[in-house]
């Protein structure tokens, strides 16, 4: 069940209840692709971080262990011992950055694993039985992710396609979710808006997807290429056109400043690998922008990361120190970023949400959004 608890101008302020919890909304998921978040954080140690949902990825865990052995170990959620909510994406992603590895027909993709070569069908049966497998709270329906400024024709025949995919989706997951050895018979189903960087073609779709009642609904294939300024005008377009009263996903998005924008243009959810892929290569989010620790003026810092900052990582390390531990190759610097990330964009959601509850998230975005530029080009 989703109910909408606060509006201000487009932005939500939501609950979202499953079978698995309820998640408070606006929301970033945490990435762990392999079921596993990339920098050595466990799931137990992420509550601890304030995260509310995984992320993990259907194509990965496809190839490796393999859906089948996850659903003999009861699901993905029992593998890596994480007792909150589970999203898997359909892998279509994946498979479609594989361009030079795959034939795209109307049943599915053909392709090659990036592991060891061996030739894998995809297509919307075989990605919902996967996520099935997954017994994820949240599955997301196979799509085609054409490139934001691929020409016109293109994408037109690509989003046809992507529609008559998720009506076989549909009818796929509601054949799954009825067997008796589904272990989660109440997974949801979430569709995926396309249409590159075309108003026309995302509105029409956007209309079309609507109008198949489904759980929740995501803004695919932005941020793969086109500006910050088009992503934004295409979520202003297309969002009035997803039903309100759903949650709706901006997938693999983004900076601390596109959550914020996103979520004044209506977006319930988010996801990216930047806290984690940034943290192992040194740079952290603070509230005043971002830092380079492997830089020579933090040698002899003793501040934390962002002294106003409470994650365990602030409250126990100096800036020197993790300098040290990343020019020394040492694995616990990159874990302490990546644990200081993730609570930093966890807690700017909680931030987000209280700021929607008091009604007064136009002021937060405005303080915000000034803040996080203040170390532009200086860290």
């Keep these: ?190 569709g995926i808006n396309q249409g590159a960087i075309y108003d026309d073609i995302r509105i029409r779709h956007a209309e079309e997807i609507a109008a198949l009642d489904l759980d929740g609904y995501a803004v695919g294939g932005l941020a793969v290429g086109e500006t910050h300024e088009q992503m934004y005008h295409v979520l202003d377009e297309v969002v009035p056109h997803l039903p309100s009263d759903k949650p709706t996903y901006l997938m693999g998005v983004g900076t601390p400043e596109n959550i914020i924008e996103g979520v004044w243009r209506g977006i319930d959810f988010f996801d990216c690998v930047y806290p984690s892929r940034n943290g192992r290569h040194g740079h952290a989010y603070t509230n005043h922008g971002h830092l380079n620790l492997k830089n020579a003026k933090y040698e002899l810092d003793e501040r934390p990361i962002d002294p106003e900052c409470q994650c365990p990582v602030c409250r126990n390390h100096s800036r020197a120190y993790i300098r040290h531990l990343l020019k020394a190759d040492e694995i616990l610097g990159m874990r302490l970023l990546v644990m200081h990330n993730l609570y930093f964009y966890n807690n700017m959601m909680e931030e987000i949400r209280d700021a929607l509850d008091a009604g007064n998230f136009e002021a937060y975005r405005k303080m915000r959004l000034a803040t996080l530029a203040e170390n532009v080009g200086k860290n």
């Design 1 to 190: 069940m989703y109910e909408v608890l606060k509006r201000e101008g487009r932005a939500k302020r939501a609950r979202l209840t499953t079978v698995h919890g309820v998640i408070e909304t606006p929301v970033f998921m945490n990435v762990g692709t392999a079921a596993a978040i990339k920098g050595g954080v466990s799931s137990p140690e992420l509550r601890g971080l304030k995260t509310q949902v995984e992320l993990c990825n259907t194509y990965h865990l496809h190839v490796r262990p393999g859906d089948e052995i996850v659903k003999k170990l009861g699901g993905v959620r029992k593998f890596m011992n994480w007792d909150g909510p589970v999203l898997t994406d359909s892998g279509g992603f994946q498979v479609f950055s594989l361009a030079e590895l795959r034939k795209i027909k109307e049943e599915g993709v053909t392709f090659r694993s990036h592991v060891d070569g061996r030739k894998i069908f995809m297509g919307p049966e075989e990605s919902m039985r996967i996520q099935s497998n997954l017994a994820s709270t949240i599955a997301m329906a196979f799509d085609e992710c054409p490139n934001a400024l691929a020409e016109k024709p293109y994408v037109e025949a690509s989003v046809d396609r992507t529609t008559r995919w998720l009506v076989r989706c549909k009818e796929e997951m509601k054949r799954l979710n009825s067997l008796p050895d589904t272990i989660n018979k109440d997974q949801m189903l979430f």
